[in-house]
């Protein structure tokens, strides 16, 4: 079904739709420029055709959804923008695209995740373990029932038609946090690279060798909130320990 | 009515005097046990007093100490000069025995060599 190209709204409409609330329009604004940025190189992918392969193997897909643009012309329309309309039957799979771009980052990934059902379950499995099984999903900013049923029906998921639950509580990782400016994989594998700076440290805690443990906890250095709270308990609950001795010992 | 409260009160002191002395033993008995615990736990292992020792263990062990330390000052004839080993002739005493010597005799008994 193809609905009239002239009626076509903009595509900021569109993301305003989809976006807000929670976030509040309209999307402009100054705070949103980051998210701003990414959303529009994602919509810039799944409107271009996607090149596979190389030499006599290389294939040009279609776009996934169509896009028209117009650059307005005439007398004092030099630089201004340039409108895109957006059918709005591609709403759902916009929506979709959004979501994927949160969770895995690069515009790339969604759009390989629409194309290829086949590649999914390797993005799930990784999901899976990287969110639930290592991280605190909390902690992520991330409601932890949708984020299941988001992996469970990924897999399987008619991208243009079916919605995928929203597992981000109240804002976007496009919208840029941590040092990585929205790209939660890479703010996840330096979390977990942190965690394993002590790995060793926690490891000899968690087998009940204190002295161990305290030894390695005064060579951590880190920013990581999580890893610091456990250092600092470490390190106290030593304190608390040798001075017991050393009072145990005063006494003798 | 008031007579009545009065005499039952009396009673219940009565009552109380002899089983307030028992408990005084038994205190003295299960502090001294405490500390002689935390002694072990520390030639044990390093740190390993520190985190097995509850505070109110703790607190009890430190009532023990400061029982022996009192009673050797105060009684220059006691001839034991070691306190653990008066501490751990103390805890030797069965807790929950009926019937425990007062802590004044715990204490004498203590000083033996």
């Known amino acids: 079904m193809r609905s009239d190209a002239k009626k076509w709204p903009e595509h900021t409409t569109i993301l305003e739709r989809l976006l807000c609330p929670p976030l509040l329009a309209p999307l402009s604004q100054k705070q949103y420029g980051a998210l701003r940025i990414a959303l529009n190189t994602l919509v810039e992918a799944l409107a271009s055709p996607t090149v596979k392969g190389r030499g006599p193997l290389k294939t040009i897909l279609p776009p996934l959804m169509d896009m028209k643009r117009d650059r307005p012309s005439g007398p004092g329309a030099t630089g201004s923008r340039e409108h895109w309309y957006i059918n709005p039957n591609d709403e759902v799979l916009i929506w979709n695209a959004i979501i994927l771009q949160g969770l895995f980052g690069a515009p790339k990934t969604a759009v390989m995740l629409i194309r290829e059902p086949s590649e999914r379950q390797a993005y799930v499995d990784w999901a899976m373990q990287l969110f639930l099984d290592r991280q605190s999903v909390a902690g992520l900013g991330l409601l932890r029932q949708e984020l299941i049923i988001l992996l469970d029906r990924l897999p399987q998921c008619d991208m243009a038609n079916e919605k995928l639950p929203n597992p981000f509580a109240d804002a976007l990782p496009q919208m840029g946090f941590g040092p990585h400016k929205g790209n939660l994989l890479k703010t996840l594998a330096t979390q977990t690279a942190a965690l394993s700076v002590g790995d060793s440290m926690m490891a000899h805690y968690l087998n009940g060798d204190l002295e161990l443990a305290y030894r390695q906890a005064c060579d951590v250095q880190t920013d990581n909130a999580l890893l610091m709270k456990y250092r600092d308990l470490i390190i106290n609950e030593y304190q608390e320990a040798k001075e017991f001795d050393d009072l145990l010992d005063f006494l003798r | ?113």
């Open chain 2, 1 to 113: 009515m008031k007579a009545i409260n009065l005499a039952f009160a009396l009673l219940l002191i009565n009552a109380a005097i002899p089983a307030l002395a028992n408990d005084d033993s038994k205190h003295l008995v299960s502090s001294c046990r405490e500390l002689v615990e935390i002694y072990v736990k520390r030639d044990q292992q390093h740190l390993l007093a520190g985190l097995t020792t509850s505070t109110s263990e703790a607190l009890r062990a430190g009532y023990c100490r400061g029982v022996l330390d009192e009673y050797r000052r105060s009684n220059y004839s006691c001839a034991q000069n070691n306190w653990y080993t008066q501490a751990a002739s103390i805890a030797a005493y069965p807790e929950y025995a009926e019937e425990l010597p007062a802590v004044e005799a715990l204490l004498e008994q203590s000083c033996a060599l």
